[in-house]
T-cell receptor, first 112, second 114 residues
């Protein structure tokens, strides 16, 4: 079993839709939860960063962390064609090391 | 441009050859990470430096792989006797010390081993 599970998609939605992206994880030591966006042939760029449980909002993006269920989500409101990319969840924390564990990424297509 | 840079951006090599990649982190970042990413997968951790000290290596990093950060600034990743399975995107990221903060990724080096 992978430490972080993420549905690879692809997920195709019409412009303006609300998008929900999710990850589950198994290691309860994770404390820091991130969402990265990766365009084709580019390095990942950080979208959202959350410590422990709770919600965080930034513009059209909302990140949620439920540590009791080991489940994290990213919501994108009013999705735009420019949001079409691969979205990677990532986690780190007191795991005995410094590494960040990434999900496989979900490919999102937003159709105009 | 003050972001993370990587060189080369693309590398094609024949099986058995050695290759070396370079990463220049953001100047004030003392933490540096190397990752490997294959198609349809997220980045996989390879190794981590704090300043010039290599503090963690993944079990994925076979003895054909070596990384250095001699002066705590730029880093190199060398792969000896390349194999076709080494074909991947190699990503570098840097980060400030202190409470966990954003890792800034470079554009990656795409390696193809023929």
């Amino acid at each position: 079993q992978k430490e972080v599970e993420q549905d690879p998609g692809p997920l195709s939605v019409p412009e303006g839709a609300i998008v929900s992206l999710n990850c589950t994880y198994s290691n309860s030591a994770f404390q820091y939860f991130m969402w990265y966006r990766q365009y084709s042939r580019k390095g990942p760029e950080l979208l959202m960063y959350t410590y422990s449980s709770g919600n965080k909002e930034d513009g059209r993006f909302t990140a949620q962390v439920d540590k009791s269920s080991k489940y994290i989500s990213l919501f994108i409101r009013d999705s735009q064609p420019s949001d079409s990319a691969t979205y990677l969840c990532a986690m780190s924390g007191n795991t005995g090391g410094f590494k960040t564990i990434f999900g496989a990424g979900t490919r999102l297509f937003v159709k105009a | 441009d003050t972001g993370v840079s990587q060189d080369p951006r693309h590398k094609i090599t024949k099986r058995g050859q050695n290759v070396t990649f370079r990463c220049d982190p953001i100047s004030e970042h003392n933490r540096l990470y190397w990752y490997r990413q294959t198609l349809g997968q997220g980045p996989e951790f390879l190794t981590y430096f704090q300043n010039e000290a290599q503090l963690e290596k993944s079990r994925l990093l076979s003895d054909r792989f070596s990384a250095e950060r001699p002066k705590g600034s730029f880093s190199t990743l060398e792969i000896q006797r390349t194999e076709q399975g080494d074909s991947a995107m190699y990503l570098c990221a840097s980060q400030t010390s202190g409470p966990p903060s954003t890792q800034y990724f470079g554009p990656g080096t795409r390696l193809l081993v023929l």
